[in-house]
């Protein structure tokens, strides 16, 4: 009879085993962005919502955790469509955040272009494909893939370049012949809203929620998030912008990182605090 502890102990153990393999496997089959080889590419409109400057704020903590620190990331600043209204000036926050992983197609597109141009055929060529989460519309997007039609005729664009979009809004204000066009040449995905919960994406829209000043400890990423919030703040419904009702009642809404989430498998994530607890630090 003394075997049968040491027997309950090896079936334990084999059991566990299995479960961890079974998580490791779900795990590498969510996330299709490959981190040895792969470019995530975050356009932000940055107009006239203020939401796209707590993004920012979320992707940096996202790509500060050790789990992404790794991942090649660029983000694009000004990839507005045919909207009307004015410009929320991410500059002083991005320079902080991505130091040089950013580009102002703001100040100017093609410059913004040339510059991710470069970076999309490193990894093109090296067999990587590119990720593109859309913080906005799809019209930067869209002169992209020319660019990458023009210079790459090789590359299949329809396997190689992913968009992800998570807003009908954002659809319905890029340029009618560019989102069109994006939708035929990429793989483009359309997911459920970040800006609710439990639609199947994360919802990162919370009003008065202020418990990211104790969830962040990192200095650097603290300093982002108060320049964030203070941005948001003072042009939230200004001159006509939007007035994002989460942001004005001194909440947060970093709706769009539910399409990264979504590029890197991470999706199961409930709404902002499940974020904070999991990935701030
Ligand atoms: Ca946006
Ligand atoms: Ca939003």
Not at 54 to 71: D, G, N
Not at 144 to 172: F, G, Y
Not at 253 to 276: H, M, R, T, Y
């Amino acid at each position: 009879m003394k075997s049968k502890p040491l027997i309950f102990a090896a079936i334990t153990a084999l059991f566990v085993c299995f479960e961890s393999f079974t998580i490791k496997a779900e795990l590498v089959l969510a996330a299709e962005f490959n981190i040895k080889k792969d470019l995530l590419l975050v356009n932000f409109d940055c107009k006239t919502d203020v939401d796209d400057i707590h993004t920012a704020a979320a992707l940096i903590t996202l790509m500060s955790h050790s789990k992404f620190e790794k991942v090649n990331y660029h983000a694009v600043a000004g990839t507005y469509g045919i909207q009307e209204g004015l410009y929320v000036p991410p500059n002083d926050l991005f320079q902080l955040a991505f130091e040089d992983n950013w580009s102002d197609a703001d100040a100017n597109s093609n410059k913004a272009l040339e510059q991710v141009m470069k970076k999309v055929k490193k990894t093109l060529n090296k067999n990587g494909d590119i990720w593109i989460a859309e913080a906005g519309q799809s019209d930067f997007t869209a002169k992209l893939v020319k660019a990458i039609q023009a210079e790459l005729p090789k590359i299949d664009v329809s396997t190689r370049v992913h968009v992800v979009q998570h807003s009908d809004w954002n659809e319905k204000v890029t340029s009618p012949e560019s989102l069109k066009f994006v939708q035929a040449t990429t793989d483009y995905q359309k997911i459920p809203d970040g800006n609710a919960v439990g639609n199947g994406s994360p919802g990162f829209r919370i009003p008065e929620y202020t418990a990211w000043e104790s969830e962040i400890k990192d200095p650097k990423l603290l300093g982002i998030w108060e320049m964030a919030v203070e941005i948001g703040l003072a042009y939230n419904g200004k001159d006509g912008r939007y007035n994002n009702e989460a942001v004005a009642s001194g909440g947060l809404d970093f709706s769009d990182l539910s399409e990264v989430c979504w590029i890197f498998g991470i999706q199961n994530i409930k709404d902002a605090p499940q974020f904070f607890d999991e990935y701030g630090q």
